[in-house]
């Protein structure tokens, strides 16, 4: 039992302190957008999963997340509690009732001129890799207007799906949603020819409201991260999934039913891997 509370005040511990880390230095907010994901993530159903992200762009960036994700970090931020033990020991924890909220996208991505980086967590470890911009553009000589907005159309095939999108020039940002830059202006609307996936600008904020303020991502999303690539990053969360249980074991705990809840719901997480829709089909 001691062994489990030990683990438990780790686990506190370093999603409080992951909270509470404040950036030394924050970039100018240069633009605010909100994009909504559509997206069809298991072969299974003909339904959309739907999401709200963010992208947030400074001088020489762009930073895009889960608009849930970031709302879980200021959660966590304004509800975290410092308790001294008897012991001189401190333990961090949450006020009674706070609820995180809950995402399947907790990953950080950053945008530049020189190349895209993606940030994820594999239980305690911040892993990271890089990636070149998008290159192989087709510019097509056509225009839409999409929620007053006037876009010239593009194309591009990557990692595995062909991409049709819509960007304006007027709005002179080479940033988009996910991994998706490189235009000679903000990504408006993107999606995949099959439809399974669609981010589409929703929201963006007034020029008149972005004096002085600052990009809103905590430092510790996007800082001390371990470089690493792709395939293997996919294959640390993995395995740090089906191992939870072994991890819980490793630190003493005699919780058996807890094990097997965790063996149950890796087993039910690999039964739904078979029908994923993932929107990157390749490295």
Not at 8 to 25: H, P, V
Not at 95 to 102: A, D, F, L
Not at 186 to 205: A, H, M, P
Not at 232 to 244: D, G, H, S, T, Y
Request: one cysteine or more.
């Amino acid at each position: 039992m001691y062994c489990h509370k030990k683990l438990l005040q780790l686990f506190i511990i370093f999603y409080c302190t992951s909270s509470y880390a404040q950036s030394e230095k924050k970039d100018s907010l240069r633009g605010e957008f909100i994009y909504q994901l559509k997206a069809k993530s298991d072969i299974r159903t003909d339904s959309r999963y739907e999401e709200l992200f963010s992208l947030q762009i400074g001088d020489k960036r762009a930073f895009f997340a889960s608009t849930v994700s970031l709302k879980g970090d200021s959660v966590m931020t304004n509800s975290g509690t410092t308790t001294h033990n008897p012991n001189g020991s401190i333990t961090l924890g949450y006020k009674k009732g706070t609820v995180i909220p809950k995402t399947n996208f907790d990953f950080t991505i950053i945008q530049t001129n020189e190349n895209i980086q993606y940030f994820d967590l594999a239980f305690m470890t911040l892993l990271t890799y890089r990636e070149p911009v998008i290159k192989n553009w087709k510019l097509v000589d056509e225009t839409k207007v999409i929620n007053t907005i006037t876009c010239k159309k593009a194309e591009v095939t990557f990692k595995g799906r062909n991409w049709i999108a819509w960007y304006s020039p007027e709005i002179p940002f080479p940033y988009g949603p996910m991994k998706f830059s490189g235009l000679p202006g903000l990504i408006i609307k993107i999606t995949d020819d099959k439809g399974d996936y669609d981010f589409e600008l929703v929201k963006s904020v007034s020029n008149s409201k972005l004096k002085g303020r600052l990009i809103n991502i905590k430092e510790s999303r996007y800082t001390h991260a371990i470089e690493t690539t792709q395939p293997k990053l996919k294959e640390a969360i993995k395995n740090v999934r089906a191992n939870a249980a072994a991890v819980l074991a490793s630190q003493g705990t005699t919780i058996i039913k807890g094990q097997e809840i965790l063996r149950q719901r890796e087993k039910k997480r690999e039964e739904n891997q078979k029908y994923a829709n993932p929107l990157e089909l390749s490295n």
